[in-house]
């Protein structure tokens, strides 16, 4: 679902050489916070403890890797990258979907070519609509760490959540980087897995600008990979607190998609922590995808 090409703008990304200019960013993955920043107790975080709830089979995934791009696939869902590490489509069941995106905007074509070129809240609402073939409307608004800015909608029969950061560049354009998970409304588990997948993606991505004489980059945009203080994967984990979620592994690699709270155990045979299997088959996960 490559909705990034817009010829007419001139901006986004082209096949060939990249340019000496080319920005390269990473969308990163929200695994990092479970291995740097919650890695424990859910009590810490002031959930409530109790019995462990069981892991159901719709909580298990692959970790996938296709070109410049990786997940976490559950069983049912297909990751489809874009050429470029430009895009990232995972599709699941009955309508559902993770993706993330990023894309130069020009507001000054706004005149000519609509809303996909204004303001980053008009232009999000312009895409989503033209993916999900609806008219999108914002239900609430968050800012997550200082960073996103997290807006739940709806759009016909699907409900979700987009998140985004806006780079800012020379002339009056902007670079936005964005997450977007969506499900059938009134499914509140296909909507958290959704979010779960969404959170996991992570792409490396060279922005490639048009020539010097249409469109220069400014020389202070930020290449994540490199500058110091908050990068993406940093601001997602508050996005994951707030989902109350949390993936683990085990030593073949299958990841766990974990309810933060409730299935944490006090009483595992190798002490507090999550846990996966039953009887003599059951065995401690590690938080976090590796």
């Known amino acids: 679902m490559n909705l990034y090409r817009f010829p007419q703008l001139g901006l986004g990304y082209r096949a060939g050489r990249i340019a000496s200019l080319a920005l390269v960013f990473l969308a990163a993955s929200a695994f990092a916070w479970a291995q740097s920043g919650y890695n424990g ?39 489809t990258p874009g050429q470029y590490g430009q895009t990232a489509d995972v599709f699941g069941p009955n309508g559902a979907y993770a993706g993330w995106g990023i894309v130069a905007v020009n507001p000054a074509m706004r005149q000519y070519y609509g809303e996909f070129y204004g303001p ?7 895409l989503l609509s033209q993916m999900l073939k609806a008219r999108a409307q914002f239900t609430s608004t968050k800012n997550i760490g200082g960073f996103f800015t997290a807006h739940e909608f709806r759009a016909g029969n699907k409900a979700g959540i987009v998140l985004y950061h806006v780079y800012p560049a020379a002339m009056g354009q902007y670079i936005i980087s964005e997450y977007f998970a969506w499900a059938p409304q009134g499914n509140a588990a296909m909507l958290s897995l959704a979010e779960a997948v969404m959170t996991s993606l992570q792409c490396t991505s060279s922005v490639r600008p048009p020539p010097a004489s249409t469109f220069t980059p400014h020389s202070g945009v930020p290449d994540r990979k490199k500058s110091s203080g908050s990068t993406e994967e940093d601001d997602l984990k508050d996005y994951n607190s707030i989902l109350g979620t949390q993936w683990a592994h085990d030593s073949t690699g299958t990841l766990y998609y974990l309810d933060a709270a409730k299935q944490w155990s006090e009483t595992g045979p190798d002490g507090p922590g999550y846990y996966a299997g039953t009887g003599v088959n059951r065995h401690k996960l590690t938080p976090g995808v590796e």
Not at 41 to 63: D, V, Y
Not at 120 to 126: M, N, Q, S
């Open 41 to 79: 107790n859910p009590a810490r975080n002031g959930s409530a403890r109790g019995q462990a709830l069981p892991i159901s089979e719709a909580q298990r995934a692959q970790m996938v890797r296709q070109g410049p791009c990786r997940a976490a696939v559950p069983a049912g869902w297909q990751l």
């Open 120 to 126: 980053p809240d008009a232009h999000t609402v312009a």
